[in-house]
């Protein structure tokens, strides 16, 4: 079994799913999901060489009781259920532990955002080489496109091990298109198909009701999907095609293309990134990090 494949099965099982159920989704044997299970219990891994990591300090149990605390109070410190919760062997369990049962969340989360991309990317100012005399020469002038070229606005999800398809958004779009185009069509069957839990944003489109697991964030709360940064490499990947899109329609082709192209170890690199996003958002006190 593969190491996703083993990340996936010990998501579905703190999620509650029975061994058998995991085996039975997996096609695996249950024996497997039962031996993997033991050692994720032992060593706090799924490696198949754990001897040498450290000793779990909680209980699956207590992993469990975590979680749905923070659930159920999203701006609880983790500070205060590390002093609440006695590990292991009698030993206190410190903040970082806390913060780490809640990673293990992410594994079981389909991230989704959109983004729009422009035909020609407006640069900004730049500075150039010039001679006194030569400040409008055609040499030192770039010229621009008006609103970029044209845009195109896409939607798109990823969790840990895989994505969804690309989804392009004409016009605007509200509450009501959200929930027909997207979320019953699309998200709803993918969540339900990989017992995956969704996270989008507050925004007013956002507003729609629902009988499925859904992760939500404070209002003004700092974005640290990791879904921001495959939209800025899929927006490099673009811009390196070769030849550049130039219209519309070869911009839609290079984002479905360039979309299907990016590693998924890309994309689990950035989710197992958010541990440390956590940690360097708690020692900025919620200001500017290098993430």
């Known amino acids: ?63 469990l009781h975590i979680q749905h605390l923070h659930l159920q109070d999203r701006l609880r410190p983790a500070t205060r259920t590390a002093a609440a919760t006695i590990g292991l062997h009698n030993q206190r369990i410190s903040a970082e532990t806390v913060s780490g049962k809640l990673i293990c969340m992410l594994v079981c989360m389909l991230f989704t955002d959109e983004s729009l991309f422009s035909l020609y990317r407006a640069d900004g100012r730049q500075r150039v080489w010039r001679r006194v005399g030569e400040r409008f020469a055609d040499a030192n002038v770039v010229g621009r496109v008006a609103h970029g070229g044209g845009r195109v606005m896409v939607w798109a999800g990823v969790c840990y091990g895989q994505r969804t398809q690309v989804h392009f958004i004409d016009g605007i779009l509200n509450a009501q298109r959200y929930r027909d185009d997207i979320l019953r069509p699309i998200v709803v069957p993918f969540i339900h198909n990989n017992h995956l839990m969704l996270q989008h944003d507050n925004a007013r489109q956002r507003s729609v009701h629902n009988s499925w697991k859904l992760k939500t964030c404070p209002a003004y709360s700092p974005d640290m999907s990791p879904i921001d940064h495959v939209w800025d490499a899929l927006d490099r990947r673009i811009r390196q095609c070769v030849p550049v899109p130039a219209n519309i329609q070869q911009l839609r082709t290079a984002i479905e293309e360039e979309w299907t192209n990016i590693p998924q170890a890309t994309i689990n690199n950035l989710i197992n990134s958010m541990r440390r996003k956590r940690v360097a958002l708690r020692e900025a006190n919620g200001g500017h990090t290098r993430y």
């Open 1 to 63: 079994m593969s190491q996703v494949l083993r990340e996936h099965a010990i998501g579905m099982l703190t999620a509650g799913m029975s061994t058998r159920a995991v085996a039975r989704e997996l096609n695996a044997h249950f024996s497997t999901i039962s031996r993997l299970q033991r050692r994720f219990r032992e060593f706090g891994s799924t490696s198949n060489q754990p001897q040498n990591r450290r000793l779990r300090v909680t209980t699956p149990a207590q992993d």
